[in-house]
């Protein structure tokens, strides 16, 4: 049974960078039928994507989050990783990772971390 | 503003059948791309109730039925039950993002 997991970052200061990590575990990273991606939903609102990434390496951002955003995979570790730079109290929100087939669905969910961007 | 829009809610008695709409654009739906709903419960991450517009994942009651038609889609729920509160979002492929996209979500409240 595949699972996800985040890591938790818990609080981070405005300004800085948010760094969060997907465990994959139950299933190797390094597959050509999904790929892997992060989305986030800040308190009582919709759902977002960030981005998404090949285990080859190549991704694709939200172009409102191109400039802060990269998303990273290391198949050795079977795990991939979001870092958003220059955070604002408009970033809190809670953050999943997912996997996707490749007709985009999202058939697998981490449980989800809240990250809340505060002094 | 999401790229798909959906109704903010909708509410039924139990038993009833209630319809969510999900109404995309060219570059999305009308592009051809595939429809999928999921459910949200509170304080969960969110389900995949409905793959490919009318597909459904092992386990999903077949309650929950899809449909698709040019820039739209509906999620339909039949037998209408008290577990089916929850939020429920529609989500596609933008080929002008190069991503995936979700409606708003449309909060169901069984009356």
């Known amino acids: 049974q595949l699972q996800l997991q985040e890591s938790d970052p818990g609080l981070v200061k405005p300004s800085e960078t948010l760094s969060l990590t997907c465990t994959v575990s139950?299933?190797?990273?390094?597959?050509?039928?999904?790929?892997w991606g992060w989305i986030r939903q800040p308190p009582g609102k919709g759902l977002e994507s960030i981005g998404t990434i090949y285990y080859s390496g190549h991704a694709y951002y939200n172009p409102s989050l191109r400039s802060r955003v990269t998303i990273s995979v290391d198949t050795s570790k079977n795990f991939f990783s979001l870092r958003l730079s220059s955070v604002t109290a408009a970033d809190t929100a809670v953050y999943f990772c997912a996997r996707h087939g490749l007709n985009d669905q999202i058939d697998s969910w981490g449980q989800g971390t809240l990250v809340t961007v505060s002094s | 503003q999401s790229l798909l829009t959906q109704p903010p809610s909708v509410s039924g008695a139990p038993g009833q059948r209630v319809s969510i709409s999900c109404t995309g654009s060219?570059?999305?739906?009308?592009?051809?791309?595939?429809v999928h709903w999921y459910q949200q419960l509170p304080g969960a991450a969110p389900k995949l109730l409905v793959s490919?517009?009318?597909s459904r994942p092992s386990g999903v009651p077949d309650r929950f039925s899809g449909s698709k038609s040019g820039t739209s889609a509906s999620l339909a729920i039949t037998g209408l039950q008290a577990d089916d509160e929850a939020d429920y979002y529609c989500q596609s492929y933008d080929s002008s993002l190069s991503l995936s996209i979700f409606g708003g979500g449309t909060k169901v409240t069984v009356l």
């Open positions: 060219s570059s999305n739906i009308g592009a051809g791309f595939d």
């Open positions: 139950g299933g190797s990273i390094s597959t050509n039928d999904y790929y």
């Open positions: 490919g517009a009318t």
